[in-house]
């Protein structure tokens, strides 16, 4: 089945360190998006890649990083600089066209204390 | 300031009612109203698109309208059963050449069905 998998599911961190969080897709889509949520906020748009090496800022950019080395791969590290990094992360995909929908994956739960 | 606007923030009903979730936005231009369903802990899943020129869309029990003049659209769950408890979150995309990253998002309406 065509989706789109993230993990780890959960992950646990020491302040200071820098974690990376894995997201693979397997729909042939050229773009693809990294967001963060909060409880009781919107979901924020942390970086997104339209094709392979090439890759903009979203809104929250500052403390992330990310790659894209491959049209199936889109991995994001969140680097010590973040100074809030407990959140829900959520990877997704979508095709060009400009109603096409977003397919998330199921998210990776990132608690750092 | 581009912002979607959703009411309730939660709502309970009993299985097997109806209910209507509501979604009021200001971005402008405006391409496209989305309607995701987010199970707790896991990604969103599409429901529907709506374009500028569409005012009904349906998805199953689901049905989403749009009034693009007032900027308002609704999602309409009818004969609700327990795995519609969801949050359900409104997307609407602002710039018609600027592609999915250019989209606003709702806090979503926290739904509750209960037996």
């Known amino acids: 089945d065509g989706g789109i998998t993230q993990s780890p599911k959960y992950l646990f961190r020491k302040e200071g360190q820098n974690v990376t969080l894995s997201c693979e897709q397997n729909?042939?889509?050229?773009?693809m998006y990294w967001y963060r949520q909060d409880p009781g906020q919107g979901l924020r748009l942390i970086y997104y890649s339209q094709i392979v090496n090439d890759f903009q800022k979203g809104d929250i950019a500052e403390g992330y990083s990310v790659s894209r080395e491959k049209k199936e791969s889109f991995p994001l590290t969140v680097t010590s600089a973040q100074k809030n990094p407990t959140a829900f992360y959520l990877c997704a995909s979508s095709g060009t066209g400009i109603v096409s929908p977003l397919h998330f994956g199921n998210g990776t739960r990132l608690t750092v204390t | 300031k581009n912002q979607v606007e959703q009411s309730p923030q939660s709502l309970i009903i009993l299985e097997g009612k109806n209910c209507t979730l509501q979604c009021n936005y200001t971005v402008s231009p405006f391409s496209n109203l989305r309607w995701y369903k987010q199970d707790t802990g896991r990604g969103p899943v599409s429901l529907t698109i709506?374009?500028?020129?569409?005012n009904t869309k349906s998805n199953g029990r689901y049905t989403a309208t749009l009034d693009a003049d007032t900027k308002q659209s609704s999602l309409h769950i009818t004969a609700s059963q327990l795995s519609d408890s969801a949050s359900y979150i409104c997307v609407v995309s602002g710039d018609p050449g600027a592609g999915s990253y250019q989209l606003t998002f709702g806090k979503g309406t926290k739904l509750s069905v209960i037996p």
């Open positions: 729909l042939n889509h050229d773009a």
């Open positions: 709506m374009t500028f020129s569409e």
